[in-house]
């Protein structure tokens, strides 16, 4: 399928029913109040409001109106100055991407070149392209990474995410076949121009990249003009085929990897496209967070009323002159009432305080309520945000406590592990078709994500102890325990260290007659004792070498000849 027609609606028109939500889910996300204003108002901060019927309306339409972000004010731009937003949101996305890969998954390959190609990717900033990509996941619905090159800039392929606001895919039964991003690459006035990037596959299966340029409207894609009226897109346009718009990535399968945040998305579950999306975060929890801005916007409505202030009698005021109207002084220390032919309360003062109280309990319990609420309808425990104070806990109580956020991980890591095999398996092989890599195997890839509660050292002390002295494990399953980010080859060579060191601090056999195999039989009286001691030694326990050499003949060893002389024993001083 070629790129897409002049003057297509813009956004694509099968997209309809999904632009509008991820535009509200990029409103919270952003924490930006004007955003929010934009998204529900439909109308820009600062602007005049109107009485909007919209409000009185059913279904979607009706109940963004009605939100507490959506209600028009007399005055929108002091309005936007009292309304303060609780990104409450921001935190979610960023908890989900940290719980992925705030502990890097581990990448690694058989096949030795392979592997070290990988290390590249790595200390070329991967984990931070993933973790980027996992945010914007959270936030939207999908996360969506892309390959290219440029042998110009790197010698490596470059592994970008892109915004799934700016994505137009295609599926069928659910695999998908072809994708379209596009990126606004100038705006002038009412005119935009758009790049477009559709991926798709050819008829062997290897990956294909088309490439335009269009200029149109906010509503409209426009005409095609050439890329290099973009001067940013003009090394691009060097690179294309004769046709003017093809890339050949010379490898099977499309140079994209797609990956849902949660299914099923319960919104789109209904339309062809956005059911194959993947869930937000936020999904279902707009209402609470707009709670959660109101009622923290309340509270500080509360302070702001809160501040004392007094209404000064006319009496009290002092005159400035014709013109200059009047003020009070409010370092004088005596005033006097001027008598009037109207009669005065006498129990009014010329001075009153008015003092509002401030409502702090009432909010932190409603605000507190709130957070609870949606972090449980997000599929997070309160403790991940630290909710709870910090204490010292063991990788138990951790999961016990974080269990929620524990099952949501787990459920996204079934398809984030997936995901980043695709991804380096992909750029593996364009590294090797395209930038001259060499001989690499990607089929011997494999992504591992390590536990998210990790052990303390004296915890997983105690329980290698425990298998020891049991004897319900071997050496090797002990140190991967241990250390279970090691290779195979570190774990034989530290078992062979392991049983290296023990054997050598094994006393020989005393019943050997072979000085070869048993040194004790050539050993004079005096020198076992002093091994004896050194022994105790070895174990914190101070003996005398004559003490040593009692215990022994107590154990039978019938050590004859003259007792060594005992040690004089300390005199006090240094």
């Not at 581990?106 to 590249?120: C, D, L, S």
Request: with cysteine.
């Amino acid at each position: 399928m070629p790129l897409p027609a002049s003057n297509t609606a813009w956004p694509p028109t099968p997209l309809a029913a999904i632009t509008p939500k991820l535009i509200e889910w990029d409103a919270w996300w952003s924490g930006d109040p004007a955003k929010l204003v934009k998204a529900y108002q439909g109308s820009a901060a600062g602007a005049r409001p109107l009485d909007r019927p919209s409000q009185w309306r059913g279904g979607v339409v009706g109940a963004m109106a009605r939100m507490w972000w959506g209600k028009p004010t007399t005055d929108l731009t002091v309005a936007a100055q009292r309304r303060i937003h609780v990104p409450i949101a921001g935190d979610l996305c960023q908890a989900s991407a940290d719980l992925l890969f705030a502990d890097a998954p581990i990448i690694e390959a058989t096949h030795k070149p392979t592997q070290e190609r990988i290390a590249r990717y790595l200390d070329a900033g991967l984990i931070d392209q993933l973790a980027e990509a996992a945010e914007i996941g959270a936030a939207l619905g999908s996360s969506w990474l892309r390959v290219a090159w440029d042998p110009g800039l790197s010698d490596l392929p470059i592994l970008s995410p892109v915004d799934t606001d700016a994505v137009w895919p295609e599926y069928r039964h659910g695999i998908l076949t072809a994708v379209t991003f596009w990126w606004v690459v100038r705006r002038t006035d009412n005119r935009v121009w758009r790049h477009l990037e559709r991926h798709e596959l050819d008829p062997s299966g290897d990956g294909v990249i088309l490439h335009g340029l269009y200029e149109g409207d906010t509503t409209s894609l426009g005409h095609p003009v050439p890329l290099t009226d973009i001067p940013a897109l003009a090394g691009l346009a060097a690179s294309l085929e004769a046709d003017g718009q093809t890339i050949h990535t010379r490898s099977p399968g499309l140079a994209v990897v797609h990956v849902p945040n949660q299914r099923p998305s319960r919104v789109w579950r209904d339309d062809p496209i956005g059911r194959h999306m993947g869930r937000s975060d936020l999904e279902g929890v707009e209402p609470l967070m707009d709670a959660l801005d109101e009622a923290w916007s309340s509270w500080m409505r509360d302070l702001a009323n809160g501040k004392g202030r007094i209404i000064a009698a006319e009496s009290v005021l002092d005159d400035n002159g014709p013109g200059a109207g009047v003020s009070f002084d409010a370092e004088r220390n005596v005033f006097t009432p001027i008598r009037t032919l109207v009669g005065r309360d006498a129990n009014s003062l010329p001075i009153e305080v008015v003092q509002f109280a401030i409502r702090v309990q009432e909010h932190k319990d409603t605000c507190a309520e709130l957070v609870t609420q949606i972090l449980r309808s997000a599929g997070y425990s309160a403790q991940t945000f630290g909710d709870g104070g910090v204490v010292s806990m063991t990788a138990t109580e951790v999961d016990a406590r974080e269990g929620r956020s524990l099952l949501t991980r787990d459920r996204k890591v079934r398809a984030w592990g997936p995901g980043v095999l695709r991804a380096v398996r992909k750029m593996l092989a364009v590294d090797q078709a395209l930038l001259g890599a060499g001989q690499l195997q990607p089929e011997t890839v494999s992504v591992t994500f390590p536990d998210a509660v990790q052990e303390t050292p004296l915890d997983l002390a105690q329980t290698a102890s425990a298998w020891r002295t049991a004897e319900a494990a071997s050496d090797a399953t002990i140190v991967a325990y241990i250390h279970p980010d090691w290779s195979a080859e570190q774990i034989e060579a530290e078992v062979a260290l392991i049983q290296a060191q023990r054997t050598a601090g094994v006393l020989p056999d005393p019943a050997a007659t072979d000085s070869a195999e048993n040194p004790i039989g050539s050993m004079t009286p005096d020198e076992l004792a002093v091994m004896v001691q050194k022994i105790y030694l070895g174990v914190g326990k101070v003996i005398r070498v004559d003490e040593a050499r009692d215990m022994l003949n107590a154990a039978g060893a019938n050590l004859t000849g003259p007792p060594p002389e005992p040690e004089p024993e300390p005199s006090g001083r240094f």
